[in-house]
């Protein structure tokens, strides 16, 4: 800034206003980081990538064929604005989806809001739910979003560890000793990232049992309810006495291929759906209709059905079966389990790590730097996540696994023998 005063020039410093505590408070994902950093590698065809959490296949043809047509034919009503709970057609199909596949019943106009990616719903769900000074446990490691959307809403966040020893199970001696007059929320990811554990039936009964008895919601992701390969998958929501407190948070990111156009869904009782649909008014306003219109595609003549059961499932299956074969073969003394569902391998890499006199995100950035190969530090997921890594197993095809793997294999070698 300059001022001028009797002809003369003076300067003065131009200080900006202060930025919000809250913001000054949180931290970028490191996951954006490294999603970002592969953006900027997309020309490095040798770069090999067990690190996003992105499906890599397309989406169905029937939806990319609509979605051509709906842009070519009906542009301006495929762009326009919806209502910000979304197109009732879409929640009326999310509604019969859900009561088809898991039995559990909602009221599409009551019940059921379209949200901008499961993301947000559950920023909206902890918007709506916490207040200042509350308690969300979190499973420690889990998906590191849920932190810093606790931390925007004013909640404290205590940690309920899970082990590779354990299968990644919870322990519900455990729970109780973490509940407290201040518990508010528990949050639920099953399938889970970064562990692929799905969570056992006794545990899921045992957790609405504690929610009924101590007064607290249960936010329960439902990211990869679809994506299940070696077990039985219902929603916590269909558990006995769980409708009114479990606020179910779903996303089509992962069986749909669609990450991109950001389109989930959020299934709760009424009020709170109301309450939602508050705070969502003035973040996004209304979700993205060229996608509501697509997934009304998706959702119909038995497009999701085929498309998981003949595409995504055995694709999947298939790649994480031969990373688990890699794994052993090239990382003899890493342990992991088998994940029942998502996308991810999580490995326990202290047997290499101590040897080599690395942190798990030193391992990580020194194998992308030498070796070309992305992975994910396990300690970006919790404290219980140290000494571990992410694999992702989707984004490949085998033989780029194997090629991954090789290279691994002779880094660790390299600092280890």
């Given at each position: 800034m300059i001022h001028i005063f009797g002809g003369v020039i003076l300067s003065?410093?131009?200080?900006l206003p202060t930025l919000s505590d809250m913001v000054?408070?949180?931290k970028i994902s490191p996951i954006r980081r490294v999603a970002a950093l592969l953006d900027q590698a997309r020309q490095k065809q040798n770069l090999i990538s067990f690190g996003g959490g992105a499906p890599s296949l397309p989406p169905p043809p029937e939806v990319v064929e609509h979605m051509c047509q709906l842009i070519e034919v009906e542009a301006k009503g495929a762009c326009s604005y919806t209502g910000t709970r979304g197109i009732p057609e879409l929640r009326e199909l999310i509604?019969?989806?859900t009561r088809k596949w898991f039995g559990v019943s909602y009221d599409p106009e009551k019940e059921v809001i379209v949200t901008d990616g499961g993301t947000e719903g559950i920023?909206?769900?902890f918007m709506t739910l916490l207040n200042r000074n509350d308690e969300v446990i979190l499973m420690d490691p889990t998906y590191l979003g849920y932190r810093e959307a606790a931390k925007i809403a004013g909640a404290r966040t205590k940690s309920l560890s899970v082990s590779v020893g354990k299968g990644f199970q919870p322990?519900?001696?455990?729970l109780k000793d973490l509940i407290s007059p201040s518990t508010k929320l528990f949050v639920l990811l099953s399938p889970d990232n970064p562990t692929g554990r799905v969570v056992e039936s006794d545990f899921a009964r045992a957790l609405v049992d504690l929610a009924?008895?101590?007064d607290f919601w249960i936010v329960s992701d439902e990211a990869y309810k679809h994506i299940v390969y070696d077990a039985d998958h219902t929603p916590i929501s269909g558990v006995k006495n769980a409708h009114e407190r479990v606020v179910s948070v779903n996303t089509f990111s992962k069986e749909a291929s669609i990450p991109g156009l950001r389109l989930g869904y959020a299934l709760a009782p009424p009020e709170v759906v109301e309450a939602m649909e508050k705070i969502k008014q003035y973040i996004s306003l209304a979700p993205n209709s060229l996608a509501q219109f697509a997934m009304v595609r998706f959702l119909q003549d038995g497009t999701k059905e085929r498309y998981l059961k003949e595409t995504v499932i055995p694709t999947y299956k298939k790649?994480?079966?031969?990373m688990g074969e890699q794994i052993h073969r090239h990382l003899p003394e890493a342990r992991t389990t088998t994940p029942a569902g998502a996308f991810y391998y999580f490995v326990d890499m202290s047997s290499y790590l101590e040897k080599m006199d690395r942190t798990d995100e030193g391992f990580a950035d020194r194998l992308l730097v030498r070796k070309s190969v992305v992975t994910i530090p396990g300690s970006y997921f919790g404290e219980g996540g140290t000494q571990h890594i992410r694999l992702t197993f989707v984004s490949e095809p085998e033989e780029r696994i194997r090629l991954g793997f090789e290279a691994i294999d002779e880094y660790v070698t390299s600092y280890t023998f």
């Open positions: 003065a410093v131009c200080f000054g408070g949180l509604a019969e989806d920023y909206c769900a322990d519900v001696e455990d009924e008895d101590h790649r994480r079966d031969f």
